[in-house]
């Protein structure tokens, strides 16, 4: 368990040194009908950009900053 709580406070910190430095990328992804086979909308999605780790994924990164229910 402590190794668990050390991980998620290093992610944690390194989260709030990428959000200091601009390292997160925004992409926008169409919502595409599959009846009509047209775009209906679009997503707009954040992703990390660690220099070190290159796109970090969604599952990794945003654990950090879910707040338990």
Not at 25 to 39: D, I, M
Not at 53 to 68: C, E, F, I, N, T
């Amino acid at each position: 368990m402590n190794a668990r709580v050390a991980e998620s406070l290093t992610l944690e910190n390194k989260l709030r040194s990428a959000l200091e430095r601009d390292q997160f990328v925004l992409h926008y992804q169409p919502k595409v009908s599959l009846r009509g086979r047209e775009v209906v909308g679009l997503e707009a999605l954040i992703r990390w950009k660690d220099p070190e780790l290159g796109l970090v994924p969604p599952a990794k990164s945003s654990r950090s900053w879910r707040k338990p229910a």
